[in-house]
T-cell receptor, first 111, second 113 residues
Framework: GESVGLHLPTLSVQEGDNSIINCAYS??????FIWYKQESGKGPQFIID?????DKRQGQRVTVLLNKTVKHLSLQIAATQPGDSAVYFC??????????FGTGTRLTIIP | DAMVIQNPRYQVTQFGKPVTLSCSQT?????MYWYQQKSSQAPKLLFH???????NEADTPDNFQSRRPNTSFCFLDIRSPGLGDAAMYLC????????????FGDGTRLSIL
């Protein structure tokens, strides 16, 4: 399943399928990007980050892709599991100290 | 082991009654942040400290203040809470300026009666 930008805040995916969560960021000068996962009643949890001099970075079951030309960031989750159900936020860093968060996408896993 | 600890997890206060939320960190990070998060919204930065230097966001209400007595602790004071201040308050830390992730606590859920 795939979300489209920030206009689709909810994404439902069958367990075992791959998920793709998209994010359009705002500032072409942003040089660092993070994906966070937030479960109900908890704080955002770091998943993966990427610097602007890269276009792809892989972690365990997750991949982040960065397209600076169109200011687009995506998070791919392989073989989605029930524990992946959460809200996912992208965040961009510009300047030295602050992050700006995207709207967020709620990922729901269908058993 | 929790590295950014927020107390209490749930706080109930009365309209207009001052309340203080606390955050402590075991990471020895230089930067500490306070965010407000309302239901189904992204975290909104209120202010942050780089070491002892306080940085307020332009749209943070005067009703919100913060103290950082030492590296490990940071407090959020709400002088006269209104109903619109009911939210989750998140504390985060970052080692240094620049391209590093922020580490979040699990927040304090504030309710206003």
């Amino acid at each position: 399943g795939e979300s489209v930008g920030l206009h689709l805040p909810t994404l439902s995916v069958q367990e075992g399928d791959n998920s793709i969560i998209n994010c359009a960021y705002s500032n072409s000068a942003s040089d660092y990007f993070i994906w966070y996962k937030q479960e109900s009643g908890k704080g955002p949890q770091f998943i993966i980050d990427i610097r602007s001099n890269m276009d792809k970075r892989q972690g365990q079951r997750v991949t982040v892709l960065l397209n600076k030309t169109v200011k687009h960031l995506s998070l791919q989750i392989a073989a989605t599991q029930p524990g992946d159900s959460a809200v996912y936020f992208c965040a961009e860093n510009f300047g030295n100290e602050k992050l700006t968060f995207g709207t967020g996408t709620r990922l729901t896993i269908i058993p | 082991d929790a590295m950014v600890i927020q107390n209490p997890r749930y706080q109930v206060t009365q309209f207009g009654k001052p309340v203080t939320l606390s955050c402590s960190q075991t990471l020895n990070h230089n930067v500490m942040y306070w965010y407000q998060q309302k239901s189904s919204q992204a975290p909104k930065l209120l202010f942050h400290y780089y070491d002892k230097d306080f940085n307020n966001e332009a749209d943070t209400p005067d009703n919100f203040q913060s103290r950082r007595p030492n590296t490990s602790f940071c407090f959020l004071d709400i002088r006269s809470p209104g109903l619109g201040d009911a939210a989750m308050y998140l504390c985060a830390t970052r080692l240094e300026r620049g391209r590093q992730p922020q580490h979040f606590g699990d927040g304090t859920r504030l309710s206003i009666l």
